[in-house]
Structure formats: C-alpha cells, structure tokens
C-alpha cells in the first residue's frame, strides 16, 4: 500500500478503506502489517477515527469495525447520488418478470460499481453484489456504459483498464474491446460472455437521461446451466424498455459525474 496524499484527512480515508477492505472487524496489529504508517502514526489515526465515530472498537475481540456515522454517511450519499433509489420499483419488477439475476450499476472512475442486485433463485449466485466494484471491460454492465459515454472521457475510463485475465473469454488488449463497443454502440445491447466468471452470462443495457447521457446500465445475469446466450437475448425487449423506464425517472435527478477521469496522457487518441 502506497502512501497517500490529502494530509491527515487523506490518511484517516485510507484508514478507513483498509479496515473496510477486511470485510470483517480486524485487529490492529494486522492493520499495521499492512499499513503504510508507522505503528504510533496509525495508531494515532484510528483513535481520531474512533473519537469520531468513524470506527467501532470492540473490547472483546479487540477488533475495529466501521462505525455507525460512517454506515449514516453511506446511507445518505446512497440515497442522494445513487440510481438505486428510483431504480428500485423497475429492477424488482424486472427480476421478478424474469427470474434471473438483476444488476444496476454506475461507472466509479473506471471500475463499475454496483449499486443494487436483485436474486429471484437461490439455484446460483453471481459475484457481483450491492456496493462492490468489478472491472468495467469483462461485465456486461460495464461494457455497456463504456460503449455510451463521449469519446474522450470513454478513453480516459479505457486507459484505467488492467485486462487481467479473468477467463479464456476474457478481453487481454484495448483493440479488441474497442471493436466491441463500436459493436454494442450499434446493437444497444452488452453481453458478458462468461468474461469475469466462468459460468455466468448476461445481457446488459446503458441507462441513458435525456435520451443520450449516460448514467449507468442495468442487466440481466444469469447461469450457462440455465441459459445459452440466445435464449438470454431473448430478454432484450423487457431490459431495454425497463432501462428506458429508469432514464425517463432519472432525467430530472442531479447526479454527480463519476465518469470523469484523470485527463488523458500527451499524445493519446480517443
């Protein structure tokens, strides 16, 4: 771990996301092993955090946890910067329709972050869950902000992208994506091809406001073992229209631009 800049506020935010990296509460000593700060640095910054609410500590388990100011400030900027709040009527309404897997997500500076998801089966599960970041150029979602979004700062978002590879399927260089979302600019429709989990499909949409700008997508997922991807395209009129649905509600909402990107390097091409 890097160390940050933003003086003692930027180290007390990267306090945080390390303990929220856990996805449990965590001992101090295994924050300081990974802790870019000296053992009274850290230790001083979590004691603010705690005075402020920020952070829980339990005397039992001696451990740290997110404490609740931290869960009210999560709530409030879910409720105020977030499509799930108006989406929520259409993605259940989706999900029940049919019967798979719904996801609704909004680009995080290169990375998709999914703000909601909707399970009508317990027969399989996808990786993406509420709150969760995955990358944006193996998910149907991502795929389909990514294809939408004005040239430059599209590019911008390109250049965050690692191309790991997650399966064979998986895109490894920024031609063959490229190609891909001229194709799903034309088609207006994503489809993750087991691209970021080996058995899981889905059909994805951009959510457009004011008819062109994009906010976020919405899709449908769900297992090879239950659907090929025709069958799954299949879904396209119902996603589509339920994407329509949350751009018109979202049109008159204010929401912050997450697609802006660091500017782009000397010399690079949209």
């Keep these: 771990m890097s160390k940050p800049d933003g003086g003692t506020v930027g180290k007390a935010l990267e306090v945080l996301d390390q303990v929220a990296s856990f996805g449990r509460p965590v001992r101090f000593s295994r924050l300081l092993e990974t802790s870019p700060y000296p053992k009274a640095t850290l230790f001083r910054l979590v004691q603010t955090l705690m005075h402020q609410n920020m952070l829980e500590y339990d005397?039992?388990?001696?451990?740290?946890?997110?404490?609740?100011?931290?869960?009210?400030?999560?709530?409030?900027?879910?409720?105020?910067?977030?499509?799930?709040?108006?989406?929520?009527?259409?993605?259940?309404?989706?999900?029940?329709?049919?019967?798979?897997?719904?996801?609704?997500?909004?680009?995080?500076?290169?990375?998709?972050?999914?703000?909601?998801?909707?399970?009508?089966?317990n027969l399989y599960d996808t990786l993406a869950q509420a709150g969760q970041v995955a990358p944006a150029y193996c998910t149907g979602v991502g795929k389909a902000?990514?294809?939408?979004?004005?040239?430059?700062?599209?590019?911008r978002a390109l250049m965050q992208q690692a191309f790991m590879k997650y399966t064979a399927a998986t895109h490894s260089d920024l031609d063959t994506l490229k190609t891909e979302l001229d194709r799903i600019r034309k088609d207006g429709?994503?489809?993750?091809?087991?691209?970021?989990?080996?058995?899981?499909i889905s059909i994805a949409a951009p959510i457009l406001a004011g008819g062109d700008h994009v906010i976020g997508a919405l899709s449908i997922a769900t297992s090879t073992s239950r659907h090929s991807l025709d069958a799954l395209d299949g879904f396209r009129p119902k996603l589509l229209a339920t994407a329509g649905q949350i751009g018109t509600e979202a049109a008159n909402w204010q929401f912050p631009d997450t697609t802006i990107t660091p500017p782009l390097p000397v010399g690079a091409q949209a």
């Design 59 to 121: 005397d039992i388990t001696q451990t740290y946890a997110p404490g609740l100011r931290l869960v009210r400030l999560a709530h409030a900027a879910w409720a105020q910067s977030s499509l799930a709040p108006i989406a929520r009527p259409f993605v259940d309404e989706l999900a029940t329709t049919v019967g798979e897997a719904v996801h609704l997500a909004q680009l995080d500076h290169g990375q998709v972050l999914f703000v909601d998801k909707r399970r009508t089966t």
């Design 145 to 155: 902000i990514l294809a939408f979004m004005p040239a430059e700062r599209r590019q």
């Design 189 to 200: 429709v994503a489809f993750d091809r087991e691209e970021h989990e080996k058995g899981i």
